[in-house]
């Protein structure tokens, strides 16, 4: 087994170090907080034991035979590749979402920086669910199908299951668009407008997404796996996702919590300037910008969406 470098030291890629630690891989985890490798502690994921066979470190080095992940938020991952100068055996980005200055997903940030082979690592998951070693599966995709299957065998354990795809460009839109429909998610939940609603956004969202994400070149079949309908599930009906919890907040009128990181919030905006390079009608995603952006109030968002035309489904 190659060793394995987790760059980022936030909840999911601690916990992904953890699993992976867990499972007899060499792991080091590399993050900005000297008190990670003093305390043997992380803030992100509280009660969560760093095992001792696990490295930690504030430095990133990596050697030609090591699987870098690189779990940083997506809007520092060009920065972040920029400055690195490494040289790995494969590069993972472990992030969601579209850079909001460039238009690229993470494979394509990998590529212009890292001259290595790149994959997405994707999917619906909790930090704390893998860190606690609960049964989680994510995709995988990458260009390379040699290259997939070794990082598959390298990195899925007995409570980690990977699942192989071809289609990076997909796996990848299917973890940015989903992020926006849950804040929608979140504000319906937490204005009170009801469950049945929520049901709607979902189903109605999971058509935005596929429709951006095949005029960019996805599969459909990848749109309607774990990294698409999967995440999208998950991501819209628990108060654990980051997302739905900040358009929670929005909607019920209450504080936002301004130290999480909300991937959404700078995709929708992404999101909304590649729908119209492309000609796409996204609603609910604009609809999400103009109230971040406090464009409009949340009744007129309303009732703008309900009082588009009706059209067959």
Do not use: H, W
């Given at each position: 087994?190659?060793?394995v470098t987790?760059a980022?030291a936030?909840?999911?890629g601690?916990?992904?170090a953890?699993t992976?630690?867990k499972?007899g ?9 000297p008190g990670l490798?003093?305390n043997r502690t992380s803030?992100?994921l ?8 696990m490295t930690?470190s504030?430095?990133l ?6 699987i870098l992940l690189l779990a940083?938020?997506?809007?520092q991952?060009?920065s972040?590749?920029e400055?690195?100068?490494?040289a790995p055996f494969?590069?993972i980005?472990?992030c969601?979402?579209?850079d909001?200055?460039?238009g690229?997903?993470?494979t394509a940030?990998l590529?212009d920086?890292i ?8 999917g619906?998951?909790f930090a704390a669910?893998?860190a ?6 994510l995709?995988l995709?990458t260009?390379s ?5 070794m990082?598959q ?9 990977l699942?192989l795809s ?15 429909i849950?804040?929608?998610c979140g ?9 049945s609603?929520?049901a709607a956004?979902i ?6 997404m596929q429709?951006l994400a095949?005029a960019?070149?996805?599969?459909p079949e990848?749109l ?8 999208l ?6 108060r654990?996702s980051?997302?739905?919890s ?5 909607g019920?009128?209450?504080a936002?919590?301004t130290?999480?990181?909300?991937e ?5 905006r ?10 796409i ?11 971040l952006d406090?464009r ?5 968002v309303?009732?703008y ?6 059209r067959?489904e």
């Amino acid at each position: 087994m190659r060793a394995v470098t987790v760059a980022g030291a936030g909840a999911f890629g601690t916990a992904l170090a953890v699993t992976l630690a867990k499972a007899g891989r060499r792991v080091t985890l590399v993050g900005r907080d000297p008190g990670l490798v003093k305390n043997r502690t992380s803030a992100r994921l509280p009660g969560i034991i760093l095992p001792d066979a696990m490295t930690l470190s504030t430095t990133l080095a990596v050697s030609e035979d090591d699987i870098l992940l690189l779990a940083v938020p997506m809007q520092q991952l060009g920065s972040y590749v920029e400055s690195a100068q490494v040289a790995p055996f494969a590069v993972i980005a472990c992030c969601k979402g579209i850079d909001l200055t460039t238009g690229k997903g993470p494979t394509a940030i990998l590529d212009d920086g890292i001259d290595a082979p790149s994959a997405i690592l994707t999917g619906p998951s909790f930090a704390a669910d893998i860190a606690q070693g609960l049964p989680t599966a994510l995709t995988l995709a990458t260009a390379s199908r040699t290259v997939g299957q070794m990082l598959q065998e390298n990195l899925s354990t007995e409570t980690l299951r990977l699942y192989l795809s071809g289609d990076p460009i997909g796996a990848e839109l299917g973890g940015a668009l989903k992020n926006v429909i849950a804040i929608a998610c979140g504000i319906t939940i937490g204005a009170g407008l009801g469950e049945s609603a929520r049901a709607a956004l979902i189903t109605r969202g999971f058509a935005e997404m596929q429709r951006l994400a095949l005029a960019m070149g996805a599969a459909p079949e990848t749109l309607q796996g774990l990294s698409g309908f999967g995440d999208l599930s998950l991501t819209c009906t628990s108060r654990q996702s980051r997302n739905f919890s900040f358009g929670y907040a929005i909607g019920s009128v209450d504080a936002v919590d301004t130290s999480a990181t909300v991937e959404g919030k700078a995709t929708a905006r992404a999101v909304v300037k590649l729908a119209a390079a492309q000609g796409i009608e996204m609603p609910i995603a604009q609809a999400v910008c103009e109230v971040l952006d406090n464009r409009a109030a949340l009744p007129q968002v309303l009732e703008y969406l309900l009082n588009r035309p009706l059209r067959k489904e």
